[in-house]
């Protein structure tokens, strides 16, 4: 693959990459860093990079992964809100196709505020699935190999993702008439 098109694959999913950052920093000027980090780490790899069936938008979700909890790491020595030290789970889900979103009309400002906070308050590892998955449309495998855990981990963080938002959010799905069962 020549120069030219590594580059232009690359930077279609630069909204992507951006959106995902953001979600995961909560913070737009982390997020502006975090992409731009990704995009040149990208670019300086692109002779590693091979084009295979994974693409490269999980490629660029994993350097983005990597980065952002590198990130995290170093500030770790910082003081830690008590809601940011939140709970781990296990559970088993089985593996199935991602929701069948068309991406490019999903308008984030048209989300009601309770599901984007209840998803803000997500810990970390559990949004970052929740969303390669929800909003990005990877499947378990992939967001295994993104987030470079094992597919049960996946399942699991996934798992405990969607019931903490169902329970969150029993009052929303009532309000549009959403059947509440619990897990």
Do not use: C
């Amino acid at each position: 693959m020549d120069s030219q098109a590594f580059r232009d694959m690359a930077l279609a999913e630069i909204e992507a990459v951006h959106r995902m950052a953001y979600h995961l920093s909560r913070n737009p000027d982390t997020a502006a860093d975090l992409v731009q980090e990704t995009y040149l780490k990208a670019l300086a790899g692109e002779a590693t990079f091979e084009l295979r069936e994974k693409g490269i938008r999980p490629w660029l979700f994993k350097i983005l992964h990597n980065l952002y909890f590198t990130h995290l790491s170093k500030n770790r020595r910082a003081p830690v809100a008590v809601e940011d030290s939140e709970m781990e789970a296990a559970a088993s889900q089985t593996d199935e196709e991602p929701p069948a979103w068309d991406l490019a009309s999903l308008d984030w400002e048209q989300v009601d505020d309770r599901l984007k906070h209840a998803i803000a308050d997500l810990q970390p590892d559990f949004r970052e699935v929740l969303l390669l998955w929800a909003v990005e449309g990877l499947k378990y495998r992939e967001i295994a190999d993104v987030v470079g855990v094992p597919l049960g981990t996946v399942m699991s963080r996934l798992h405990r993702a969607r019931a903490l938002l169902s329970n969150q959010l029993t009052d929303l799905a009532k309000e549009h008439g959403i059947a509440v069962v619990n897990a």
